[in-house]
Each structure stands twice: as structure tokens, then as C-alpha cells.
Nanobody, 124 residues
Framework: QVQLTDSGGGLVQAGGSLRLSCAAS????????MGWFRQAPGKEREFVGV????????EYADSVKGRFTISRDNAKSTVYLQMNSLKPEDTAVYYC?????????????????WGQGTQVTVSS
């Protein structure tokens, strides 16, 4: 079965960095776009960024553009989210997701598989 295991969350002070990882199995990883979403307490799940099947195209939410970077290693079936200059408002549970298509979108309903989520907490 399809499985996505995201990890790397933790507690960090504002201005710090974290790198999240998502290991995939059960499907042809290199044929699918991958995305990151997040959900803060009391808020709706929101788009963070996506990367296409080959890793040569990315898209980010305005709120994280310039601070977060998505990358992927198809040989390892793993996608990453490098988060720099973290802010308290970045605090959320972060989820990786596999797109139904070769190129991901910013819409959660275009993603068919999801990781369990990893908590990122940024202190002020």
C-alpha cells in the first residue's frame, strides 16, 4: 500500500531552521508531483509548496516564498522541505502528500496520499 512517512519536526526558536523529510513507498515516486501542506490550531489546512515529478519545477505559497525550499531525491523516494528564517506563525502540523499527477497543484484535493504529519513549533 501507499505509505508516506514525514519526519523532522520539532521545537525551534524564531529565525531558526528545520528540514522535514518524507519517505515514500508503494507507488512510483518519480512519476508523481509531491507537496507540503500545513495546519495550525484552529485553522484550515493550507498549501505550502509543491515540486513536480522530476524536481525541476517548484511552487510556493506567498507566506513561505524565499524562506522554504522543496527538493526531492527520486533515487531515495524522498521529498524534503527546508525551512529557514522560521516565524512563530509557521507553527503547525506539516504534511507531505503525493499528487495524483506528474505535476502537483496547490489544491489538497489533487493529492491522493498523505503522511501522518509532523509537528513544527516555532517559539518567539
Amino acid at each position: 500500500q501507499v505509505q508516506l512517512t514525514d519526519s523532522g519536526g520539532g521545537l525551534v526558536q524564531a529565525g531558526g531552521s528545520l528540514r522535514l523529510s518524507c519517505a515514500a513507498s508503494g507507488f512510483t515516486f518519480s512519476s508523481k508531483g509531491m507537496g507540503w501542506f500545513r495546519q495550525a490550531p484552529g485553522k484550515e489546512r493550507e498549501f505550502v509548496g509543491v515540486i513536480n515529478w522530476s524536481g525541476d519545477s517548484t511552487e510556493y505559497a506567498d507566506s513561505v516564498k524565499g524562506r522554504f525550499t522543496i527538493s526531492r531525491d527520486n533515487a531515495k523516494s524522498t521529498v524534503y522541505l527546508q525551512m529557514n528564517s522560521l516565524k512563530p506563525e509557521d507553527t503547525a502540523v506539516y504534511y507531505c502528500a503525493a499528487s495524483n499527477y506528474r505535476s502537483g497543484t496547490r489544491y489538497a484535493w489533487d493529492f491522493g496520499s498523505w503522511g501522518q504529519g509532523t509537528q513544527v513549533t516555532v517559539s518567539s
